[in-house]
């Protein structure tokens, strides 16, 4: 069964930085592409960050040059750090796994998702 947890949101002070963690179990994690989406309060989820099978990134605009999303095979974890952090940036951020070696922004892309962890930025 697939299972991913995610880790390490809070609250910080804009200009600050957070690393995320989601933890992976139950998929042959070398052959997946995943990806990290956020949810801000009465907004839709959208695509922040993805890595594909063979650890190619694709950041959305609004982060580029902010985040920096990585995996560790050996642990089997996937990570987003984060830095000069904005208000903007607050919001639920999930991670996501699909059965491709291709990563794309379509949430509908993606079998499975994390339960989220909540990041809030203060001005």
């Known amino acids: 069964q697939v299972k991913l947890v995610e880790s390490g949101g809070g609250s910080v002070q804009a200009g600050g930085s957070l690393r995320l963690s989601c933890a992976a179990s139950g998929y042959p994690y070398r052959v997946i592409s995943m990806g990290w989406f956020r949810q801000a309060p009465g907004k839709e989820r959208e695509g922040v960050a993805l890595?594909?099978?063979?650890?190619?990134?694709t950041y959305a605009d609004s982060v580029k040059g902010r985040f920096s999303i990585s995996k560790d095979n050996a642990k089997n974890t996937l990570y987003l750090q984060m830095s000069f952090l904005n208000p903007e940036d607050t919001g639920i951020y999930y991670c996501?796994?699909?059965?491709?070696?291709?990563?794309?922004?379509?949430?509908?892309?993606?079998?499975?998702w994390g339960q989220g962890t909540q990041v809030t930025v203060s001005s």
């Open positions: 890595i594909d099978h063979d650890g190619t990134p």
């Open positions: 996501a796994a699909a059965m491709s070696t291709l990563a794309t922004m379509n949430l509908g892309w993606y079998q499975h």
